[in-house]
Protein backbone atom coordinates (compact mmCIF):
# COMPACT_ATOMS: atom_id res chain seq x y z
CA UNK A 1 0.00 0.00 0.00
CA UNK A 2 1.55 3.42 -0.93
CA UNK A 3 1.94 6.02 1.15
CA UNK A 4 -0.47 8.65 -0.64
CA UNK A 5 -3.11 5.95 -0.29
CA UNK A 6 -2.82 5.83 3.38
CA UNK A 7 -4.44 9.12 4.39
CA UNK A 8 -7.21 8.41 2.29
CA UNK A 9 -7.94 5.08 4.71
CA UNK A 10 -11.68 4.94 6.29
CA UNK A 11 -11.29 5.80 9.89
CA UNK A 12 -14.41 5.71 12.07
CA UNK A 13 -15.13 8.88 14.49
CA UNK A 14 -15.85 7.33 17.12
CA UNK A 15 -13.24 8.05 19.17
CA UNK A 16 -11.54 4.49 21.17
CA UNK A 17 -12.45 4.36 24.10
CA UNK A 18 -11.41 0.57 25.67
CA UNK A 19 -9.05 -1.62 23.90
CA UNK A 20 -10.87 -3.13 21.38
CA UNK A 21 -11.64 -0.03 19.92
CA UNK A 22 -8.00 -0.21 19.36
CA UNK A 23 -8.06 -2.79 17.81
CA UNK A 24 -11.07 -2.19 15.23
CA UNK A 25 -9.07 1.32 14.52
CA UNK A 26 -5.59 -0.58 13.54
CA UNK A 27 -8.09 -2.44 11.20
CA UNK A 28 -9.80 0.82 9.85
CA UNK A 29 -6.60 2.37 8.93
CA UNK A 30 -5.26 -0.87 7.05
CA UNK A 31 -8.36 -0.46 4.92
CA UNK A 32 -9.79 -3.37 6.75
CA UNK A 33 -13.99 -3.31 5.50
CA UNK A 34 -14.98 -6.52 7.38
CA UNK A 35 -14.20 -8.80 10.42
CA UNK A 36 -16.24 -12.29 10.34
CA UNK A 37 -17.36 -14.01 13.21
CA UNK A 38 -19.50 -15.45 15.70
CA UNK A 39 -20.88 -13.73 18.61
CA UNK A 40 -20.21 -14.68 22.65
CA UNK A 41 -19.65 -13.63 26.02
CA UNK A 42 -16.12 -13.20 25.89
CA UNK A 43 -15.59 -11.54 22.75
CA UNK A 44 -18.50 -9.08 23.30
CA UNK A 45 -16.40 -5.71 24.33
CA UNK A 46 -14.84 -6.43 20.60
CA UNK A 47 -18.59 -6.72 18.85
CA UNK A 48 -19.32 -3.62 20.72
CA UNK A 49 -16.39 -1.64 19.01
CA UNK A 50 -17.59 -3.12 15.86
CA UNK A 51 -21.14 -2.02 16.30
CA UNK A 52 -19.69 1.20 17.20
CA UNK A 53 -17.24 1.38 14.38
CA UNK A 54 -20.12 0.39 11.83
CA UNK A 55 -22.22 2.78 12.40
CA UNK A 56 -19.40 5.47 11.69
CA UNK A 57 -17.93 3.90 8.48
CA UNK A 58 -15.35 1.38 9.38
CA UNK A 59 -14.83 -1.84 9.17
CA UNK A 60 -18.21 -3.83 9.92
CA UNK A 61 -19.14 -7.37 11.67
CA UNK A 62 -20.11 -10.20 9.05
CA UNK A 63 -21.68 -13.06 11.65
CA UNK A 64 -20.70 -16.31 10.24
CA UNK A 65 -22.86 -19.79 11.21
CA UNK A 66 -19.90 -21.47 12.57
CA UNK A 67 -16.09 -19.91 13.26
CA UNK A 68 -14.93 -22.66 11.12
CA UNK A 69 -17.06 -21.02 8.28
CA UNK A 70 -15.78 -17.13 9.54
CA UNK A 71 -12.29 -17.88 9.01
CA UNK A 72 -13.60 -19.44 5.48
CA UNK A 73 -14.80 -16.33 5.09
CA UNK A 74 -11.88 -14.43 5.88
CA UNK A 75 -9.73 -16.43 3.36
CA UNK A 76 -12.15 -15.23 0.60
CA UNK A 77 -12.24 -11.72 1.44
CA UNK A 78 -8.21 -11.81 1.45
CA UNK A 79 -8.64 -13.44 -2.26
CA UNK A 80 -10.72 -10.67 -3.53
CA UNK A 81 -9.43 -8.09 -2.43
CA UNK A 82 -5.70 -8.30 -1.42
CA UNK A 83 -6.27 -7.64 1.95
CA UNK A 84 -5.44 -9.42 5.41
CA UNK A 85 -8.90 -11.30 6.25
CA UNK A 86 -9.84 -10.98 10.18
CA UNK A 87 -11.76 -13.46 11.83
CA UNK A 88 -12.78 -13.65 15.57
CA UNK A 89 -14.62 -15.59 18.28
CA UNK A 90 -15.21 -16.25 21.42
CA UNK A 91 -12.85 -18.42 23.98
CA UNK A 92 -12.91 -22.16 24.78
CA UNK A 93 -15.09 -23.74 21.82
CA UNK A 94 -15.38 -20.73 20.01
CA UNK A 95 -11.31 -20.54 19.38
CA UNK A 96 -11.26 -24.37 18.89
CA UNK A 97 -13.71 -24.58 16.36
CA UNK A 98 -11.79 -21.75 14.43
CA UNK A 99 -8.66 -24.40 14.30
CA UNK A 100 -9.23 -25.89 10.94
CA UNK A 101 -10.08 -22.58 9.05
CA UNK A 102 -6.95 -21.07 10.47
CA UNK A 103 -5.06 -23.90 9.33
CA UNK A 104 -6.26 -24.17 6.04
CA UNK A 105 -5.09 -20.44 5.49
CA UNK A 106 -1.72 -21.22 6.93
CA UNK A 107 -1.13 -24.05 3.85
CA UNK A 108 -2.63 -21.31 1.44
CA UNK A 109 -0.13 -18.48 2.64
CA UNK A 110 -3.38 -16.40 3.45
CA UNK A 111 -2.68 -13.75 5.72
CA UNK A 112 -5.30 -13.53 8.34
CA UNK A 113 -5.59 -11.75 11.64
CA UNK A 114 -7.03 -14.44 14.22
CA UNK A 115 -8.36 -12.52 17.53
CA UNK A 116 -9.55 -14.91 19.90
CA UNK A 117 -11.50 -13.72 23.88
CA UNK A 118 -10.23 -15.34 27.10
CA UNK A 119 -12.02 -15.68 29.80
CA UNK A 120 -11.23 -12.56 32.50
CA UNK A 121 -7.59 -12.56 33.65
CA UNK A 122 -8.56 -13.02 37.14
CA UNK A 123 -10.41 -15.50 36.48
CA UNK A 124 -7.55 -17.97 34.98
CA UNK A 125 -7.02 -21.57 36.42
CA UNK A 126 -10.39 -21.28 38.17
CA UNK A 127 -12.67 -23.52 35.78
CA UNK A 128 -14.35 -20.70 34.43
CA UNK A 129 -17.22 -21.23 31.79
CA UNK A 130 -15.31 -22.16 28.67
CA UNK A 131 -11.86 -21.34 30.03
CA UNK A 132 -9.02 -21.84 27.57
CA UNK A 133 -6.01 -20.31 29.87
CA UNK A 134 -2.77 -21.93 29.74
CA UNK A 135 -4.07 -23.78 33.04
CA UNK A 136 -7.15 -25.18 30.91
CA UNK A 137 -7.81 -25.93 27.01
CA UNK A 138 -4.90 -23.89 25.61
CA UNK A 139 -5.90 -22.19 22.99
CA UNK A 140 -2.77 -19.97 22.44
CA UNK A 141 -0.95 -23.17 22.28
CA UNK A 142 -2.91 -24.67 19.87
CA UNK A 143 -2.70 -21.86 17.29
CA UNK A 144 1.56 -22.09 17.64
CA UNK A 145 0.53 -25.27 15.24
CA UNK A 146 -1.40 -23.47 12.79
CA UNK A 147 -0.03 -19.63 12.66
CA UNK A 148 2.76 -17.87 12.69
CA UNK A 149 2.21 -16.22 15.60
CA UNK A 150 0.34 -16.77 18.70
CA UNK A 151 0.29 -14.64 21.71
CA UNK A 152 -1.63 -14.04 24.91
CA UNK A 153 -1.98 -10.46 25.92
CA UNK A 154 -1.76 -9.93 29.44
CA UNK A 155 -1.38 -6.59 30.20
CA UNK A 156 -3.36 -3.47 28.35
CA UNK A 157 -0.02 -1.90 27.92
CA UNK A 158 1.01 -5.07 25.60
CA UNK A 159 -1.60 -5.05 23.10
CA UNK A 160 -0.63 -2.60 20.77
CA UNK A 161 2.81 -3.75 20.30
CA UNK A 162 1.83 -6.90 20.02
CA UNK A 163 -1.14 -6.21 17.33
CA UNK A 164 1.66 -4.68 15.41
CA UNK A 165 3.75 -8.24 15.72
CA UNK A 166 0.71 -10.15 14.36
CA UNK A 167 0.01 -7.75 11.32
CA UNK A 168 3.48 -7.94 10.29
CA UNK A 169 4.12 -11.56 10.85
CA UNK A 170 0.74 -12.29 8.91
CA UNK A 171 2.41 -9.76 5.88
CA UNK A 172 5.97 -11.96 6.19
CA UNK A 173 6.79 -13.87 2.86
CA UNK A 174 5.47 -16.19 2.94
CA UNK A 175 1.79 -15.22 4.01
CA UNK A 176 0.11 -16.85 7.31
CA UNK A 177 -2.17 -16.43 9.60
CA UNK A 178 -1.25 -14.69 13.16
CA UNK A 179 -3.06 -15.21 16.85
CA UNK A 180 -4.13 -13.11 19.71
CA UNK A 181 -5.68 -13.89 22.93
CA UNK A 182 -7.45 -11.23 24.63
CA UNK A 183 -9.12 -11.69 27.90
CA UNK A 184 -12.73 -10.02 28.21
CA UNK A 185 -11.55 -7.56 31.06
CA UNK A 186 -8.84 -6.26 28.90
CA UNK A 187 -10.58 -5.53 25.85
CA UNK A 188 -12.82 -3.46 27.85
CA UNK A 189 -10.14 -1.68 29.87
CA UNK A 190 -9.53 2.04 28.77
CA UNK A 191 -6.96 2.76 26.35
CA UNK A 192 -5.07 5.99 25.26
CA UNK A 193 -5.62 7.68 21.66
CA UNK A 194 -4.60 4.96 19.01
CA UNK A 195 -1.40 6.28 16.98
CA UNK A 196 -1.57 7.53 13.16
CA UNK A 197 -0.09 4.68 11.84
CA UNK A 198 1.72 3.81 8.49
CA UNK A 199 -0.09 1.31 6.85
CA UNK A 200 2.76 0.71 4.45
CA UNK A 201 4.86 -0.71 7.38
CA UNK A 202 2.49 -3.85 8.12
CA UNK A 203 2.04 -4.87 4.42
CA UNK A 204 4.64 -3.87 1.97
CA UNK A 205 5.29 -7.16 -0.26
CA UNK A 206 9.40 -6.61 -0.40
CA UNK A 207 10.09 -8.38 -3.33
CA UNK A 208 13.83 -9.76 -3.64
CA UNK A 209 15.84 -10.59 -6.79
CA UNK A 210 19.13 -12.47 -6.62
CA UNK A 211 20.70 -11.41 -9.80
CA UNK A 212 23.71 -13.86 -9.29
CA UNK A 213 21.64 -16.80 -9.55
CA UNK A 214 19.69 -14.89 -12.48
CA UNK A 215 22.52 -14.23 -14.44
CA UNK A 216 23.15 -18.12 -13.97
CA UNK A 217 20.06 -19.07 -14.71
CA UNK A 218 20.44 -17.21 -17.82
CA UNK A 219 23.57 -18.54 -19.20
CA UNK A 220 21.63 -22.10 -18.72
CA UNK A 221 18.67 -21.14 -21.27
CA UNK A 222 21.72 -19.66 -23.70
CA UNK A 223 23.33 -22.81 -23.51
CA UNK A 224 20.10 -25.28 -24.17
CA UNK A 225 17.77 -25.94 -27.60
CA UNK A 226 14.75 -26.97 -25.57
CA UNK A 227 13.44 -25.68 -22.82
CA UNK A 228 9.82 -26.28 -20.89
CA UNK A 229 8.16 -24.83 -18.33
CA UNK A 230 5.87 -26.07 -15.41
CA UNK A 231 4.01 -23.32 -14.40
CA UNK A 232 2.26 -23.72 -10.56
CA UNK A 233 1.28 -22.00 -7.33
CA UNK A 234 -0.38 -18.52 -7.37
CA UNK A 235 2.40 -16.91 -9.24
CA UNK A 236 0.21 -13.05 -10.25
CA UNK A 237 1.05 -10.52 -11.43
CA UNK A 238 4.38 -13.13 -13.00
CA UNK A 239 2.29 -14.27 -14.91
CA UNK A 240 2.84 -12.11 -18.18
CA UNK A 241 6.49 -12.17 -18.17
CA UNK A 242 6.14 -16.14 -17.97
CA UNK A 243 4.63 -16.69 -21.33
CA UNK A 244 6.05 -13.69 -22.82
CA UNK A 245 9.27 -15.89 -21.92
CA UNK A 246 7.56 -19.28 -23.43
CA UNK A 247 6.89 -17.23 -26.63
CA UNK A 248 10.62 -15.96 -26.44
CA UNK A 249 12.38 -19.11 -26.04
CA UNK A 250 9.63 -21.40 -28.25
CA UNK A 251 9.00 -23.08 -24.76
CA UNK A 252 5.88 -25.81 -24.10
CA UNK A 253 4.41 -25.36 -20.62
CA UNK A 254 2.29 -26.91 -18.56
CA UNK A 255 0.77 -26.27 -14.97
CA UNK A 256 -0.15 -27.41 -12.01
CA UNK A 257 -3.86 -27.90 -10.78
CA UNK A 258 -3.36 -24.39 -9.16
CA UNK A 259 -1.24 -22.89 -11.32
CA UNK A 260 -3.94 -23.45 -14.59
CA UNK A 261 -5.66 -20.75 -13.42
CA UNK A 262 -2.90 -17.92 -13.99
CA UNK A 263 -2.80 -18.88 -17.84
CA UNK A 264 -4.35 -18.54 -21.05
CA UNK A 265 -5.32 -22.31 -21.39
CA UNK A 266 -6.09 -21.69 -25.63
CA UNK A 267 -2.20 -20.07 -25.65
CA UNK A 268 -0.59 -22.03 -28.14
CA UNK A 269 2.28 -23.13 -26.62
CA UNK A 270 0.30 -24.75 -23.44
CA UNK A 271 -0.16 -28.26 -23.21
CA UNK A 272 -2.31 -29.22 -20.16
CA UNK A 273 -2.44 -29.90 -16.75
CA UNK A 274 0.69 -31.87 -15.08
CA UNK A 275 -0.59 -33.75 -11.06
CA UNK A 276 -3.86 -34.81 -10.27
CA UNK A 277 -6.47 -34.70 -13.13
CA UNK A 278 -3.72 -34.16 -15.31
CA UNK A 279 -3.40 -34.42 -19.21
CA UNK A 280 -1.69 -37.24 -21.14
CA UNK A 281 -0.27 -34.24 -23.34
CA UNK A 282 1.06 -32.33 -20.46
CA UNK A 283 2.91 -35.26 -19.32
CA UNK A 284 4.22 -36.30 -22.54
CA UNK A 285 6.44 -32.48 -22.69
CA UNK A 286 8.60 -34.05 -19.82
CA UNK A 287 8.44 -37.81 -21.18
CA UNK A 288 8.09 -37.89 -24.82
CA UNK A 289 9.63 -33.79 -25.50
CA UNK A 290 12.79 -34.50 -22.69
CA UNK A 291 13.72 -30.98 -22.75
CA UNK A 292 17.74 -29.70 -22.03
CA UNK A 293 15.79 -27.67 -19.11
CA UNK A 294 12.70 -27.71 -17.18
CA UNK A 295 11.78 -24.07 -15.24
CA UNK A 296 9.82 -25.22 -12.11
CA UNK A 297 7.92 -21.62 -11.32
CA UNK A 298 6.28 -20.29 -8.57
CA UNK A 299 5.65 -24.32 -6.90
CA UNK A 300 5.88 -25.57 -3.31
CA UNK A 301 6.23 -29.14 -5.31
CA UNK A 302 3.60 -30.91 -3.82
CA UNK A 303 2.34 -34.35 -3.87
CA UNK A 304 -0.69 -33.08 -6.05
CA UNK A 305 0.93 -30.85 -8.35
CA UNK A 306 3.84 -33.01 -9.18
CA UNK A 307 2.27 -36.24 -9.58
CA UNK A 308 3.15 -37.75 -6.49
CA UNK A 309 6.65 -36.49 -7.00
CA UNK A 310 7.48 -37.74 -11.21
CA UNK A 311 10.50 -38.40 -11.47
CA UNK A 312 10.02 -36.71 -15.16
CA UNK A 313 9.67 -33.41 -13.50
CA UNK A 314 12.24 -33.57 -10.87
CA UNK A 315 15.17 -34.72 -11.95
CA UNK A 316 18.75 -33.12 -12.55
CA UNK A 317 17.75 -31.01 -15.58
CA UNK A 318 15.25 -29.00 -13.28
CA UNK A 319 15.19 -25.29 -12.10
CA UNK A 320 13.36 -24.18 -9.55
CA UNK A 321 12.33 -20.75 -9.27
CA UNK A 322 10.20 -19.83 -5.95
CA UNK A 323 10.59 -16.92 -3.43
CA UNK A 324 10.26 -18.89 -0.35
CA UNK A 325 13.27 -20.64 0.23
CA UNK A 326 11.91 -23.82 2.22
CA UNK A 327 10.19 -25.06 -0.93
CA UNK A 328 13.80 -26.09 -2.59
CA UNK A 329 13.82 -28.74 0.55
CA UNK A 330 11.59 -30.40 -2.30
CA UNK A 331 14.14 -30.35 -5.02
CA UNK A 332 17.70 -31.00 -3.93
CA UNK A 333 18.19 -32.71 -6.83
CA UNK A 334 17.70 -29.77 -9.25
CA UNK A 335 21.12 -28.43 -10.73
CA UNK A 336 19.86 -24.47 -10.17
CA UNK A 337 17.67 -22.31 -7.29
CA UNK A 338 16.95 -19.57 -8.23
CA UNK A 339 15.23 -17.59 -4.34
CA UNK A 340 13.42 -14.78 -6.23
CA UNK A 341 10.45 -13.12 -6.74
CA UNK A 342 9.57 -14.83 -10.25
CA UNK A 343 8.03 -11.51 -11.80
CA UNK A 344 11.37 -10.05 -11.27
CA UNK A 345 13.34 -12.94 -12.55
CA UNK A 346 11.11 -13.51 -15.90
CA UNK A 347 11.35 -9.49 -16.16
CA UNK A 348 15.33 -9.58 -16.07
CA UNK A 349 15.80 -13.37 -18.06
CA UNK A 350 13.60 -11.74 -21.30
CA UNK A 351 16.11 -9.04 -21.54
CA UNK A 352 18.98 -11.39 -21.37
CA UNK A 353 17.10 -13.77 -23.86
CA UNK A 354 16.15 -10.69 -26.08
CA UNK A 355 19.98 -9.74 -26.30
CA UNK A 356 20.60 -13.57 -27.10
CA UNK A 357 18.24 -13.40 -30.02
CA UNK A 358 19.77 -10.36 -31.65
CA UNK A 359 22.69 -12.16 -31.43
CA UNK A 360 21.09 -15.08 -33.51
CA UNK A 361 20.39 -17.70 -30.81
CA UNK A 362 17.10 -20.02 -31.23
CA UNK A 363 15.40 -22.09 -29.52
CA UNK A 364 13.52 -25.39 -30.29
CA UNK A 365 9.67 -26.57 -29.21
CA UNK A 366 10.35 -29.70 -28.23
CA UNK A 367 7.02 -31.05 -29.08
CA UNK A 368 4.71 -31.07 -31.81
CA UNK A 369 3.75 -26.98 -32.49
CA UNK A 370 1.33 -28.01 -34.71
CA UNK A 371 -1.22 -30.00 -32.08
CA UNK A 372 -4.68 -30.45 -32.79
CA UNK A 373 -7.00 -28.02 -31.24
CA UNK A 374 -9.67 -30.14 -29.19
CA UNK A 375 -13.60 -29.41 -28.49
CA UNK A 376 -12.79 -27.21 -25.92
CA UNK A 377 -10.14 -25.13 -27.57
CA UNK A 378 -6.89 -26.19 -26.28
CA UNK A 379 -4.21 -28.55 -27.27
CA UNK A 380 -4.66 -30.27 -24.55
CA UNK A 381 -5.51 -34.72 -24.39
CA UNK A 382 -8.96 -35.03 -22.69
CA UNK A 383 -9.91 -37.87 -20.93
CA UNK A 384 -13.32 -39.43 -22.35
CA UNK A 385 -13.39 -36.32 -24.96
CA UNK A 386 -17.19 -37.46 -25.92
CA UNK A 387 -18.65 -37.17 -22.56
CA UNK A 388 -18.05 -33.24 -23.31
CA UNK A 389 -21.03 -32.97 -25.70
CA UNK A 390 -23.11 -35.77 -24.43
CA UNK A 391 -26.05 -34.55 -23.52
CA UNK A 392 -28.29 -37.54 -21.64
CA UNK A 393 -29.49 -37.32 -18.17
CA UNK A 394 -28.27 -37.23 -15.52
CA UNK A 395 -25.85 -35.00 -16.35
CA UNK A 396 -22.32 -35.66 -17.21
CA UNK A 397 -19.99 -34.17 -15.30
CA UNK A 398 -17.57 -33.58 -18.40
CA UNK A 399 -20.47 -31.61 -20.20
CA UNK A 400 -21.79 -29.97 -16.85
CA UNK A 401 -18.01 -28.04 -17.35
CA UNK A 402 -18.26 -27.36 -20.86
CA UNK A 403 -21.81 -25.47 -20.07
CA UNK A 404 -19.79 -23.41 -17.54
CA UNK A 405 -17.34 -22.66 -20.06
CA UNK A 406 -20.29 -21.37 -21.93
CA UNK A 407 -22.71 -19.86 -19.46
CA UNK A 408 -20.22 -18.22 -17.00
CA UNK A 409 -19.45 -13.89 -17.73
CA UNK A 410 -14.84 -14.08 -17.72
CA UNK A 411 -14.91 -12.13 -14.91
CA UNK A 412 -16.81 -14.76 -12.56
CA UNK A 413 -15.14 -15.41 -9.48
CA UNK A 414 -15.48 -18.97 -9.26
CA UNK A 415 -14.51 -21.13 -5.96
CA UNK A 416 -14.28 -24.97 -5.62
CA UNK A 417 -14.66 -26.81 -3.04
CA UNK A 418 -13.03 -30.10 -2.27
CA UNK A 419 -13.37 -33.16 -3.61
CA UNK A 420 -14.55 -34.17 -7.51
CA UNK A 421 -15.26 -30.81 -8.37
CA UNK A 422 -11.68 -30.35 -8.11
CA UNK A 423 -10.73 -33.44 -10.79
CA UNK A 424 -13.77 -31.81 -12.87
CA UNK A 425 -12.91 -28.53 -13.09
CA UNK A 426 -8.93 -29.42 -13.68
CA UNK A 427 -9.31 -31.55 -16.81
CA UNK A 428 -12.39 -30.20 -18.29
CA UNK A 429 -12.87 -26.59 -17.72
CA UNK A 430 -10.77 -23.76 -20.17
CA UNK A 431 -8.97 -20.88 -18.10
CA UNK A 432 -9.77 -18.04 -20.45
CA UNK A 433 -7.29 -15.38 -18.33
CA UNK A 434 -4.19 -14.88 -16.09
CA UNK A 435 -6.18 -13.22 -12.97
CA UNK A 436 -6.59 -16.55 -10.88
CA UNK A 437 -10.33 -15.78 -10.80
CA UNK A 438 -11.00 -19.63 -9.87
CA UNK A 439 -9.77 -20.08 -6.27
CA UNK A 440 -9.59 -23.11 -4.33
CA UNK A 441 -8.46 -24.16 -1.29
CA UNK A 442 -6.17 -27.75 -2.73
CA UNK A 443 -3.30 -27.52 0.04
CA UNK A 444 -5.38 -27.80 3.11
CA UNK A 445 -8.15 -29.61 1.04
CA UNK A 446 -10.90 -29.07 3.74
CA UNK A 447 -14.78 -29.26 3.18
CA UNK A 448 -16.60 -26.69 3.46
CA UNK A 449 -14.29 -24.32 2.55
CA UNK A 450 -15.12 -23.13 -1.07
CA UNK A 451 -18.96 -22.26 0.16
CA UNK A 452 -17.71 -19.67 2.83
CA UNK A 453 -14.89 -18.42 0.97
CA UNK A 454 -17.36 -17.48 -1.87
CA UNK A 455 -19.17 -15.38 0.73
CA UNK A 456 -16.34 -13.47 1.94
CA UNK A 457 -15.28 -12.83 -1.77
CA UNK A 458 -18.65 -11.62 -2.39
CA UNK A 459 -18.86 -9.54 0.67
CA UNK A 460 -15.76 -7.71 -0.86
CA UNK A 461 -16.88 -7.30 -4.02
CA UNK A 462 -20.74 -7.64 -4.61
CA UNK A 463 -20.47 -5.96 -7.84
CA UNK A 464 -19.53 -8.91 -9.54
CA UNK A 465 -20.71 -12.55 -10.09
CA UNK A 466 -19.33 -15.34 -7.31
CA UNK A 467 -20.23 -18.76 -8.30
CA UNK A 468 -19.35 -21.52 -5.36
CA UNK A 469 -18.78 -25.12 -7.08
CA UNK A 470 -19.67 -28.19 -4.19
CA UNK A 471 -20.53 -31.15 -4.48
CA UNK A 472 -23.50 -32.91 -2.01
CA UNK A 473 -20.95 -33.93 0.74
CA UNK A 474 -18.97 -31.12 1.22
CA UNK A 475 -22.07 -28.78 1.06
CA UNK A 476 -23.67 -30.38 4.17
CA UNK A 477 -20.53 -29.50 6.11
CA UNK A 478 -21.53 -26.40 5.85
CA UNK A 479 -24.90 -25.38 4.27
CA UNK A 480 -26.04 -23.30 7.26
CA UNK A 481 -23.82 -20.66 5.84
CA UNK A 482 -25.95 -19.98 2.39
CA UNK A 483 -28.12 -18.21 5.30
CA UNK A 484 -25.23 -15.41 5.51
CA UNK A 485 -25.41 -14.29 1.36
CA UNK A 486 -29.12 -14.37 2.02
CA UNK A 487 -28.81 -12.23 5.00
CA UNK A 488 -26.59 -9.72 3.50
CA UNK A 489 -27.81 -10.18 -0.11
CA UNK A 490 -24.72 -11.30 -1.77
CA UNK A 491 -25.06 -12.29 -5.79
CA UNK A 492 -23.43 -15.86 -5.13
CA UNK A 493 -24.51 -18.84 -7.06
CA UNK A 494 -24.04 -22.22 -5.58
CA UNK A 495 -23.93 -25.08 -7.65
CA UNK A 496 -24.80 -28.21 -5.79
CA UNK A 497 -23.52 -30.91 -7.69
CA UNK A 498 -25.56 -33.54 -6.35
CA UNK A 499 -25.43 -37.39 -6.72
CA UNK A 500 -26.08 -38.55 -3.75
CA UNK A 501 -22.23 -39.94 -2.68
CA UNK A 502 -19.29 -38.91 -1.46
CA UNK A 503 -18.08 -39.34 -5.27
CA UNK A 504 -13.93 -39.15 -4.86
CA UNK A 505 -14.75 -41.75 -1.68
CA UNK A 506 -16.68 -44.11 -3.92
CA UNK A 507 -14.33 -43.99 -6.56
CA UNK A 508 -11.26 -44.37 -5.03
CA UNK A 509 -12.38 -47.33 -3.37
CA UNK A 510 -13.63 -48.96 -6.48
CA UNK A 511 -10.38 -47.77 -8.20
CA UNK A 512 -8.24 -49.39 -5.65
CA UNK A 513 -10.24 -52.52 -5.25
CA UNK A 514 -10.93 -51.41 -1.43
CA UNK A 515 -14.41 -52.36 0.55
CA UNK A 516 -17.38 -50.20 -0.49
CA UNK A 517 -18.36 -48.15 2.48
CA UNK A 518 -19.37 -44.83 3.81
CA UNK A 519 -19.55 -42.97 0.50
CA UNK A 520 -23.34 -43.18 0.25
CA UNK A 521 -25.77 -39.93 1.12
CA UNK A 522 -29.55 -39.66 1.51
CA UNK A 523 -31.06 -38.11 -1.68
CA UNK A 524 -31.89 -34.43 -0.89
CA UNK A 525 -33.82 -31.33 -2.36
CA UNK A 526 -30.95 -28.89 -2.42
CA UNK A 527 -33.35 -26.46 -4.09
CA UNK A 528 -36.30 -26.72 -1.69
CA UNK A 529 -33.42 -26.79 1.05
CA UNK A 530 -32.55 -23.14 0.09
CA UNK A 531 -35.96 -21.65 -0.21
CA UNK A 532 -36.40 -22.67 3.17
CA UNK A 533 -33.61 -20.19 4.12
CA UNK A 534 -35.04 -17.74 1.63
CA UNK A 535 -32.51 -18.33 -1.46
CA UNK A 536 -34.16 -18.87 -4.85
CA UNK A 537 -34.18 -22.25 -5.77
CA UNK A 538 -33.53 -24.98 -8.79
CA UNK A 539 -33.03 -28.16 -9.52
CA UNK A 540 -31.25 -28.75 -13.24
CA UNK A 541 -31.66 -31.92 -14.99
CA UNK A 542 -29.76 -30.69 -17.95
CA UNK A 543 -26.66 -29.02 -19.43
CA UNK A 544 -29.47 -26.63 -21.85
CA UNK A 545 -30.96 -25.80 -18.51
CA UNK A 546 -28.25 -24.56 -16.95
CA UNK A 547 -26.80 -22.48 -19.95
CA UNK A 548 -29.85 -20.60 -19.90
CA UNK A 549 -29.99 -19.59 -16.62
CA UNK A 550 -29.67 -15.70 -16.77
CA UNK A 551 -26.46 -14.72 -14.50
CA UNK A 552 -26.35 -11.47 -15.23
CA UNK A 553 -29.56 -10.49 -13.13
CA UNK A 554 -28.22 -12.58 -10.26
CA UNK A 555 -25.70 -10.12 -9.76
CA UNK A 556 -28.84 -7.29 -10.54
CA UNK A 557 -31.29 -9.15 -8.00
CA UNK A 558 -28.12 -8.38 -5.13
CA UNK A 559 -28.90 -12.13 -3.67
CA UNK A 560 -28.12 -15.50 -3.79
CA UNK A 561 -29.04 -18.43 -6.07
CA UNK A 562 -28.72 -22.25 -5.28
CA UNK A 563 -28.87 -24.78 -8.12
CA UNK A 564 -29.22 -28.64 -7.36
CA UNK A 565 -27.53 -30.05 -10.22
CA UNK A 566 -27.94 -33.45 -10.89
CA UNK A 567 -24.28 -35.48 -11.87
CA UNK A 568 -24.22 -39.07 -12.71
CA UNK A 569 -21.92 -40.57 -10.16
CA UNK A 570 -21.17 -43.47 -12.55
CA UNK A 571 -18.83 -40.94 -14.48
CA UNK A 572 -15.30 -41.95 -12.91
CA UNK A 573 -13.08 -38.65 -12.42
CA UNK A 574 -9.65 -38.50 -13.39
CA UNK A 575 -8.45 -39.34 -10.34
CA UNK A 576 -6.59 -42.47 -10.85
CA UNK A 577 -2.98 -41.12 -10.43
CA UNK A 578 -4.01 -39.64 -6.59
CA UNK A 579 -5.21 -43.11 -5.52
CA UNK A 580 -1.79 -44.48 -7.09
CA UNK A 581 -0.36 -42.06 -5.30
CA UNK A 582 -2.29 -42.81 -1.67
CA UNK A 583 -1.35 -46.51 -2.05
CA UNK A 584 2.28 -45.51 -2.60
CA UNK A 585 3.66 -45.36 0.27
CA UNK A 586 7.34 -45.33 -0.69
CA UNK A 587 6.95 -41.74 -2.36
Request: net charge neutral.
Amino acid sequence: MSESNIATLPLPTQRATTSADLVVNYLAQLGIEAVFGVPGGAIEPLFNALARSGRAGGPQLIVARHECGAAYMADGYYRETGKMGVVCATTGPGATNLITGVSSAMVEHVPMLVITAQTALPKFGRRALQESSCTAIDTVGMMRHCTVFSSLVSHQEQLESKLISAIMAAHRSPYAPAHLSIPSDLLNSPCPPPRRIHADLFSHDFKIADDAAIDVLAKKVCKVDTIALFIDGEIGPAADEVIAFCELVNAPFVVGPTGKYWVDERHPLYRGVYGFAGHSSAHAVLTEGRPDLILAVGTALTEIATGGWDPHLLNTRLVHIDQNAEHFTRSPMANHHVCSDPGLVFSKLNKMVLKALGQGKRWRNCVRADAPVNSLGTRVTLNAAARCEDNSTPIKPQRLMVALNRALPQDARIYLDAGNVWAWMTHYFVNRNNLGLVRSGMGFGAMGWGLAAAIGSAKANPDVLTVCLVGDGAYLMSAQELSVAAQHHLPVVFMVLNDAALGMVMHGQRIAGAEPIGWELNRVNYALQAQAMGVPGLVIHTAQQLEEVDFASVVKSRGPLLLDIRIDREEVPPIAQRIKDLGNSQQ
